[in-house]
């Protein structure tokens, strides 16, 4: 059973680290009020979070090292993440705005 505890956790941590790639890129972007909330941009070319993430992994950069080497998979876990962020707006600052 801690192998799938253990897997999980790993999997977390490599999506974050694939969002932090794309917020470094410009293409996800941290709430300023709520920055646990990542809103995704009008931008649909990933093609800057790719060549960063790889330029990390080719100067052995330290965030991206949970990924080992394997350029495959930190690519398909920044697109997850891109597609999966919210659109532009945050939930809490909607509602904050709308009470």
């Given at each position: 059973?801690?192998?799938?505890?253990?897997?999980?956790?790993?999997?977390?941590?490599?999506?974050?680290?694939a969002?932090?790639?794309?917020?470094?890129?410009?293409?996800?972007q941290?709430?300023?009020?709520?920055?646990?909330?990542?809103?995704?941009?009008?931008?649909?070319?990933?093609?800057?979070?790719?060549?960063?993430?790889?330029?990390?992994?080719?100067?052995?950069?330290?965030?991206?090292?949970?990924?080992?080497?394997?350029?495959?998979?930190?690519?398909?876990?920044?697109?997850?993440?891109?597609?999966?962020?919210?659109?532009?707006?945050?939930?809490?600052?909607?509602?904050?705005?709308?009470e």
């Amino acid at each position: 059973m801690s192998g799938v505890l253990n897997r999980s956790m790993e999997d977390q941590n490599k999506w974050d680290v694939a969002t932090e790639i794309a917020i470094r890129a410009g293409i996800l972007q941290r709430c300023k009020n709520h920055p646990d909330t990542v809103l995704g941009t009008d931008d649909t070319d990933y093609t800057d979070a790719y060549k960063l993430g790889n330029h990390l992994i080719s100067k052995g950069d330290p965030l991206v090292s949970i990924f080992k080497d394997d350029r495959h998979e930190m690519t398909n876990k920044v697109q997850e993440a891109i597609e999966s962020a919210g659109m532009g707006y945050c939930p809490s600052c909607a509602k904050w705005a709308s009470e």
